[in-house]
């Protein structure tokens, strides 16, 4: 799946690229990997332990910097077949309220 075709020029610009990161999302990464799912106190303190990890944040800025830098890189990136999935792309799907395009 994709983000429908001009779907930034259609004024979404707020909307998630590719995560948005949710409880259900951390609860699973934490009983896979931590052997349990947080509990509800526990949840809260994630997300405050997100805002306040700067090498986490670091990463995450630098995740988006690089994921731009190679967007924009069209000497050592072929983007041929993304761009051709880009202009073909045409159907329409609604997943928790966010429109989002279904490649070809």
């Not at 699973?28 to 944040?57: C, P, W």
């Not at 995740?63 to 890189?73: G, L, Y």
């Not at 041929?80 to 966010?98: A, F, V």
Request: glycine share 4%.
């Amino acid at each position: 799946m994709a983000l429908l075709k001009d779907y930034f020029a259609k004024c979404e610009w707020d909307s998630p690229i590719l995560y948005v990161i949710t409880a259900e999302m951390v609860q699973s990464f934490a009983e896979s990997n931590l052997g349990r799912k947080l509990t509800n106190q526990e949840i809260e303190r994630v997300h405050y332990s997100m805002i306040e990890n700067d090498k986490a944040y670091h990463d995450l800025i630098s995740f988006i910097i690089t994921s731009a830098e190679d967007a924009m890189n069209t000497d050592d990136n072929d983007w041929s077949g993304i761009d051709e999935d880009y202009n073909n792309r045409k159907t329409l799907e609604i997943i928790n309220g966010y429109p989002i395009g279904e490649d070809s």
